[in-house]
T-cell receptor
Framework: AQTVTQSQPEMSVQEAETVTLSCTYD???????LFWYKQPPSRQMILVIR??????QNATENRFSVNFQKAAKSFSLKISDSQLGDAAMYFC?????????FGKGTRLSVIA | EPEVTQTPSHQVTQMGQEVILRCVPI?????FYWYRQILGQKVEFLVS????????KSEIFDDQFSVERPDGSNFTLKIRSTKLEDSAMYFC?????????????FGPGTRLTVL
């Protein structure tokens, strides 16, 4: 069975600085998708960024980028120029031939 | 921008009672999902629904659970006889199609407390 591990329950970053959230996963599949979802306090989860496993190029969305290391089964999220609105729970998720599998999440605090 | 909505935001019930959690998916979406998150644990998939049928379900989704699309807009999760361990956040989601890369849009969740 696929598993997703986020080893950092909490992280903090100064406003305007860069932070990296870690995610590793375990799978025997070769074709799959990886996602980062953001859940602000009392709000719904929204998709931040997605990565297709067969694409070597790392996905980027404005200030958000990933470092996808397929051989290492690692999928970290980098947030550049952090803003107060980035404070949220961040969930890493995997989807292969099964439904979405989530990690436990990392709570990110942004310090003004 | 269209959003998935869920009601109620918080439901308190007695053990053994039936509860119905309601969701309104985004109107042109065809696939619907329920997930749950027990406090401090991972978000877990419960069930997916397409064309008025369950397309996939997890081991958690036992006979106590059922889903229904009673009309053209609502998507409901029923727990027939709640147990203490059913206390969790329940998230509804919808997507345009069932492809693996297709974004799932999540609702804000219903917090279910079973006493």
């Amino acid at each position: 069975a696929q598993t997703v591990t986020q080893s950092q329950p909490e992280m903090s970053v100064q406003e305007a600085e860069t932070v990296t959230l870690s995610c590793t996963y375990d799978t025997s599949e070769s074709d799959y998708y990886l996602f980062w979802y953001k859940q602000p306090p009392s709000r719904q989860m929204i998709l931040v960024i997605r990565q297709e496993a067969y694409k070597q190029q790392n996905a980027t969305e404005n200030r958000f980028s990933v470092n996808f290391q397929k051989a290492a089964k690692s999928f970290s999220l980098k947030i550049s120029d952090s803003q107060l609105g980035d404070a949220a729970m961040y969930f890493c998720a995997y989807q292969g031939n099964t439904p979405l599998v989530f990690g436990k999440g990392t709570r990110l605090s942004v310090i003004a | 921008e269209p959003e998935v909505t869920q009601t109620p935001s918080h439901q308190v019930t007695q053990m053994g009672q039936e509860v119905i959690l309601r969701c309104v998916p985004i109107s042109n979406h065809l696939y619907f999902y329920w997930y749950r998150q027990i406090l401090g644990q991972k978000v877990e998939f419960l069930v997916s629904f397409y064309n008025n049928e369950i397309s996939e379900k997890s081991e958690i989704f036992d006979d106590q659970f059922s889903v229904e699309r009673p009309d053209g807009s609502n998507f409901t999760l029923k727990i027939r006889s709640t147990k203490l361990e059913d206390s969790a956040m329940y998230f509804c989601a919808s997507s345009e199609n069932g492809y693996r890369n297709n974004e799932q849009f999540f609702g804000p969740g219903t917090r279910l407390t079973v006493l």
